[in-house]
């Protein structure tokens, strides 16, 4: 397993994105499937960087690991912020017209079309988030 | 992320070039604040957008409903990429795209 931990700051995203991408490549995922891994990283990063800690600044965790037969990339962010499971929040209704549009929840829906499985625990005092991606 | 702008009376477009992130696209929605003062026919031309992400999607959702009140808005040369995410949440069926 790859482990990176950084303080949860916005700034801190490319270096996330960058390590995640390393080991994507390395594993030979296709280009599309690391082009959604980094907008579901972009999205979870981002949600604990404004959210988790706020005012605060606290530290993040993100750790990739793969599997074989069938390949599968599993991803797994964890904070020590305020306990949220973001799977409470329900997906925005993509039907509706322009004026009722809201603008929240769109990021949360979009790590969920893009993965396979997602699961949220709360464990001793952190925010475990745990994602699947058959490649 | 890079911003070019090309303004032809009340007509914009804004060529977004690289990537439409939470880290960029605060700056994008800071730059239309007064860009579109005065503009009725927005265009934006994604053919160097390799990249969109919610934060970004948020800014166009904002530029469309502020077009709808003074005039017309439309995305040109989406990449497959973009247009995956655009399709993904509905934007695509929301806004006119060339």
Same mark, same amino acid.
Do not use: W
């Given at each position: 397993?790859?482990?990176?931990?950084?303080?949860?700051?916005?700034?801190?995203?490319?270096?996330?994105?960058?390590?995640?991408? @390393?080991?994507?490549?390395?594993?030979?995922? &296709?280009?599309?499937?690391?082009?959604?891994?980094?907008?579901?990283?972009?999205?979870?990063?981002? /949600? +604990?960087? /404004?959210?988790? *800690?706020?005012?605060?600044?606290?530290?993040?965790? =993100?750790? +990739?690991?793969?599997?074989?037969?069938?390949?599968?990339?599993?991803?797994?962010?964890?904070? /020590?912020?305020?306990? *949220?499971? &973001?799977?409470?929040?329900?997906?925005?209704? %993509? %039907?509706?017209?322009?004026? @009722?549009?809201?603008?929240?929840?769109?990021? +949360? =829906?979009?790590?969920?079309?893009?993965?396979?499985?997602?699961?949220?625990? *709360? @464990?001793?005092?952190? /925010?475990?988030?745990?994602?699947?991606?058959? =490649? | 992320?890079?911003?070019?702008?090309?303004?032809?009376?009340?007509?914009?477009?804004?060529?977004?070039?690289?990537?439409?992130?939470?880290?960029?696209?605060?700056?994008?929605?800071?730059?239309?604040?007064?860009?579109?003062?005065?503009?009725?026919?927005?265009?934006?031309?994604?053919?160097?957008?390799?990249?969109?992400?919610?934060?970004?999607?948020?800014?166009?959702?904002?530029?469309?409903?502020?077009?709808?009140?003074? $005039?017309?808005?439309?995305?040109?040369?989406?990449?497959?990429?973009?247009?995956?995410?655009?399709?993904?949440? $509905?934007?695509?069926?929301?806004?006119?795209?060339?």
């Amino acid at each position: 397993m790859h482990k990176i931990t950084v303080e949860a700051v916005v700034e801190n995203l490319q270096t996330v994105i960058d390590f995640a991408t @390393e080991h994507l490549e390395e594993q030979d995922c &296709p280009m599309k499937t690391a082009m959604q891994m980094e907008l579901v990283i972009e999205e979870i990063f981002v /949600n +604990i960087a /404004n959210y988790a *800690y706020n005012p605060e600044v606290g530290m993040a965790t =993100f750790c +990739i690991e793969f599997e074989e037969r069938p390949s599968a990339i599993l991803m797994t962010f964890i904070d /020590n912020g305020k306990p *949220y499971n &973001p799977l409470e929040k329900s997906d925005p209704d %993509t %039907t509706l017209d322009i004026d @009722e549009r809201d603008i929240g929840g769109l990021g +949360i =829906f979009l790590v969920k079309k893009n993965v396979d499985e997602i699961d949220y625990k *709360y @464990e001793g005092g952190k /925010n475990i988030l745990s994602m699947k991606k058959f =490649f | 992320m890079e911003i070019k702008k090309e303004q032809n009376g009340s007509a914009l477009t804004i060529h977004v070039i690289g990537r439409l992130d939470a880290g960029s696209a605060p700056d994008l929605s800071k730059e239309l604040t007064t860009a579109l003062d005065g503009v009725t026919d927005l265009t934006f031309d994604f053919a160097e957008l390799k990249y969109i992400a919610s934060a970004g999607l948020r800014v166009l959702l904002v530029a469309q409903k502020r077009m709808n009140k003074q $005039g017309s808005m439309k995305l040109i040369h989406v990449s497959e990429a973009v247009m995956e995410v655009l399709d993904m949440t $509905g934007f695509a069926s929301l806004m006119t795209i060339e």
